[in-house]
Nanobody, 120 residues
């Protein structure tokens, strides 16, 4: 089974930047859909940014112009670049990816979550 390992979270001041990474534990053939989600205590997990299978990107209104979603297929890694961070961006961020393993089996996996805290 494909495991996604997240890194890059931490404490940053308002206006700062972070880049979250999400790396597959094994080599995969292709990602055909991916996304980043956030979850605050007592709330459901909600979409921040996604690259759906149909192409293009979907970005939440609250982060448009500040966050960028991307991936590097050669490194089996996806990224969330977060700029101009605000205190309201504070949350646990989760990555999700769906695609094919090298055996051409479909996988859908979640990262373990990484804490992002924006505070002075």
């Amino acid at each position: 089974q494909v495991q996604l390992v997240e890194s890059g979270g931490g404490l940053v001041q308002p206006g700062g930047s972070l880049r979250l990474s999400c790396e597959a534990s094994i080599r995969i053939y292709r990602i055909f859909a991916m996304g980043w989600y956030l979850q605050a205590p007592g709330n459901q997990r909600e979409l921040v940014a996604a690259m759906p299978g149909g192409g293009g990107t979907n970005i939440a209104d609250s982060v448009k112009g500040r966050f960028t979603i991307s991936r590097d297929d050669a490194k089996n890694t996806m990224f969330l670049q977060m700029n101009s961070l605000k205190p309201e961006d504070t949350a646990v961020y989760y990555c999700n990816a769906e695609g094919y393993t090298m055996l051409m089996e479909i996988f859908n996996s979640w990262g373990q979550g990484t804490q992002v805290t924006v505070s002075s």
